[in-house]
């Protein structure tokens, strides 16, 4: 089996699922509205740690996500924001479960400027806030930076995950985000989405447009479909047997967490060995500091192990080869928010899909290649991800007095 179709029907899911999911709700927690244990039940809490065949909980969740962010020197605040509650069988998607607990987003708010534009970061497939470690301090000197974990994942509520279709999937997470953002009296702000946050920031912001000041998409997903970028080995390896199984797993909605949570006490070792390859032996960028790599390994574990829930949204939102059910693409002409493409110069996800859409749209694009860098753009090279942060929201800066912005030296303007 070739490798690069494996890439192309699992990336979703191995590369960017695995880098994890996490966040945990630790430090300040919303007063009136105390977070509820996510990762595990009551059984689980109360079974001893060392016999258990998936060695997580929530207690190691927090614990993971408060050393990973130990090592961001900026203050912050951390608060589980309560987003509200409904009776099964709502029509709210996310509480479309047998539980009627109130929901929470796991959010940290990092000291910033006084009067600082607003920058609101949503994770991808997987992942979480804490993937964001490198570039909450550079970000923070001229934002107030605010990071979320998308419901159902990280330190967020984890409800049952129970859509059945594309658009209660979407729905599932723009419209949780969005009582998010009632929850944060936010308006105005810049939304930062990477790969699969992507997608939910861009499908957000065609839907709530009047809270976007600029868009920032880094590597995102979501934009073609398989009819845009057909391909003669796919249809050919679905003929085979291999491929009617892989694409039985992935109609089945069986996604690389299960892995992890089937290796039970052997998982933690499977993610060392990626970690220990993607941002180390095999990185195109900055490599981690042994710190950070035993830090994010740890983090990163935990999240994946935490009950099923966000990650089951896959099969919904793409098809077989991880191409989009609702692309982007076709979406373009009613773009309403200036938007700023960021990918990593070895990046797999395509920025010629970005330029395609571009020609469609009737606001400022811009699209920026970062170089020495993949699909983890901001772990590979963050400050050249800094720069490129900086020079997309330039409008926004210079209004709160920043001067002197050109386009930075080493990036690529596509």
Known sequence: MRLAAVARTTRMAAEEMRRASASAAVAATTEAAPAPAQAGSRWARVWPSALR????????????????????????????VNIGSAPPGSKVRWFRSASDEPRFINTVTFDGKENAPTLVMVHGYGASQGFFFRNFDALASRFRVIAIDQLGWGGSSRPDFTCKSTEETEAWFIDSFEEWRKAKNLSNFILLGHSFGGYVAAKYALK??????????????????????????????????????????????????????GLGPWGPGLVQRYTSARFGTRSTGDILTDQESTLLTDYI????????????????????????RKPLLQCASDWKVPTTFIYGQEDWMNYQGAQQARKDMKVPCEIIRVPQSGHFVFIDNPSGFHSAVFYACRNLLSQNGEEGFTFPGGLISA
């Open 53 to 80: 065949w998936i060695p997580t909980s929530t207690d190691r969740i927090i614990a993971a996500e408060k050393r990973l962010l130990s090592i961001v020197k900026t203050g912050y605040v951390q608060e589980q």
């Open 301 to 324: 574990y935990h999240t994946l192990a935490a009950k099923a829930s966000g990650e089951l949204c896959l099969k919904y939102i793409f098809s077989f080869g991880a191409f989009a």
């Open 208 to 261: 709530h447009p009047e809270h976007i000041q600029h868009l920032v998409l880094v590597g995102p997903a979501g934009f073609s479909s398989e009819t845009d970028h057909s391909s003669e080995w796919l249809t050919k390896f679905r003929a085979t047997w291999k491929g009617m199984l892989v694409n039985h797993l992935w109609e089945s909605n069986f996604t690389p967490q299960r892995v992890i949570r």
